[in-house]
């Protein structure tokens, strides 16, 4: 007879999970489970707001990843361990389902995180997701149109041309910086007249701007943004948002046509509503081996989880290491083979400034300037996980400085 295969059930398509699903045995049975059915190479996710890239180059169906895999379009509601079951509502229906797991990965990510502050999640967008780099690339090219009505008041102009970025971490950077780009090099040709109007500001809550940079990076990225049409303004914590209005801690105000959130991680509604362990923050508190704390059978990684006393960036690089050791160490505990536990290698940080240049903010080397963004780009296109998207990716990039942007909406 043969003895039956361990179900083993992940919960997420991202980083941690991709990483994993590729590289665990046939030992087990696997079934992924997740709101969105494909992995997202989020690196490259703001050049996508401005169509520097295009949305489909950066992703990649988590049906590719095994050969043999079982996936729930779905989301996981509860875990439900007196059971050892998972409640799943599947995505466009409101019908509900169980699935029941031998071991269970946890590897959901995180949200954006509004901290409470009044009119965010209404008047805000996020950049978390393709949908929210397209509603971006939409509303940018919006804003310019509904600015260059006959009917729109100067005051109403000056409001819908100006964006704003809220959170000075890569992210924020990186959309500030694409959309620069986007504004000298393609809405110059088409809205010359609202030009001069258009402008950006990076607001931070803190001293500085990009502050897991190296101190000299960091003043760069400052010096370039102000030396563009960039704003920054730092030491300006954001206390309300309302409808095309920012207001700061020194009773200034913003007025604004887009605004961009990005100050954060958050824990999903999954991450709040299940009962393991975890800390102030909503994370699954993990041990060295990812095993939720309390539990033989229950493992978490990635942007929703903390290795206690040894906690980690919430980044993709500790994702994916994460993903992979874990896929590792579950090979060979089925194999019954000693496990160590997991050691994480900092491989360094990179951002994009705008106008060809980027930060590097390696182990033994401090790279700025246009020769660290060709760097840039080669390190993230190869780290894109298959060749489709290495081509896609390449094409994008040739496509935009030979033909530019599309600025169309629809
Ligand atoms: C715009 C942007 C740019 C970034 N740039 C960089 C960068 O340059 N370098 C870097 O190192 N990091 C970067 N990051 C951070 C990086 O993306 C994350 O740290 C990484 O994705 C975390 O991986 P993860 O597997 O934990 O979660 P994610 O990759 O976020 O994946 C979470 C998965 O869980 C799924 N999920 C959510 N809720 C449920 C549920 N209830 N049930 C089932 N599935 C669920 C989601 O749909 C998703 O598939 C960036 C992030 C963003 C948003």
């Known amino acids: 007879m043969v003895a039956s295969r361990s179900r083993l059930v992940v919960l997420g398509t991202g980083f941690g999970a991709f990483n994993f699903v590729k590289r665990v045995s046939d030992g087990y049975d696997v079934t992924v489970i ?3 059915n494909h992995f997202l190479f989020t690196p490259l996710l703001p050049s996508t707001t401005v169509g520097t890239i295009e949305f489909r180059s950066i992703i990649e169906p988590i049906r590719y990843a095994r050969k043999e895999i079982t996936f729930y379009h779905a989301e996981a509601i509860d875990v439900r361990t007196e059971s050892n079951t998972i409640s799943c509502v599947g995505i466009g229906t409101e019908r509900g389902f169980e699935v029941p797991f031998d071991v269970l990965v946890i590897a959901v990510g995180a949200v954006s995180n509004s ?3 009044p009119g965010v999640e ?3 967008y996020f950049l978390k997701e393709l949908a929210d780099a397209r509603a971006l690339r939409q509303r940018v090219i919006q804003c310019f149109e509904l600015a260059n009505l006959p009917s729109t008041t100067v005051e109403r102009r000056e409001q819908l041309l100006h964006f704003v970025v809220c959170g000075g971490g890569p992210t924020g950077v990186e959309f500030a910086a694409e959309l620069n780009d986007f504004l000298l090099e393609d ?4 809205y010359a007249h609202l030009l001069p109007e258009a402008r950006i500001t990076l607001v931070e809550a803190a001293s500085e701007i990009l502050s897991t940079f190296d101190q000299k990076l960091r003043r760069y990225a400052t010096t370039l943004f102000r030396r563009q049409r960039i704003t920054v303004l730092t030491d300006s914590p954001v206390t309300r948002v309302e409808d095309g209005v920012l207001s700061l801690k020194d009773g200034s105000k913003l007025f604004f046509g887009l605004l961009l959130w990005s100050t954060g991680n958050g824990p999903t509604k999954l991450a709040q509503a299940v009962r393991l362990h975890k800390d102030e923050r909503s994370r699954f508190v993990v041990d060295r081996f990812f ?6 059978n229950i493992y978490a990684m990635g942007d929703c989880s903390v290795v206690e006393g040894a906690p980690l960036p919430a980044t993709s690089q500790v994702a994916q290491q994460q993903g992979k050791y874990l896929a590792r160490a579950l090979n060979q505990r089925a194999r019954s083979q000693p496990v160590e536990p997991f050691e994480y290698h900092h491989l360094g940080m990179l951002a994009y400034v ?4 980027a930060l590097a903010d390696l182990q033994n080397f401090k790279g700025r300037g246009l020769a660290t963004w060709l760097f840039w780009r080669s390190a993230y296109l190869s780290r894109s996980v298959s060749i489709k998207n290495k081509v896609l990716v390449m094409f994008d990039w040739m496509k935009a400085k030979v033909f530019g942007r599309d600025i169309s909406q629809f």
Do not use: C, M
């Not at 809405?187 to 088409?190: H, T």
């Not at 095993?291 to 033989?296: I, L, N, T």
């Not at 705008?354 to 240049?357: L, T, V």
């Open 187 to 190: 809405l110059k040709k088409s």
């Open 122 to 124: 209404t008047h805000a």
């Open 354 to 357: 705008g106008s060809n240049k």
């Open 115 to 117: 901290f409470g502050i």
């Open 291 to 296: 095993r939720v704390q309390g539990q033989e």
């Open 34 to 36: 997740s709101p969105r």
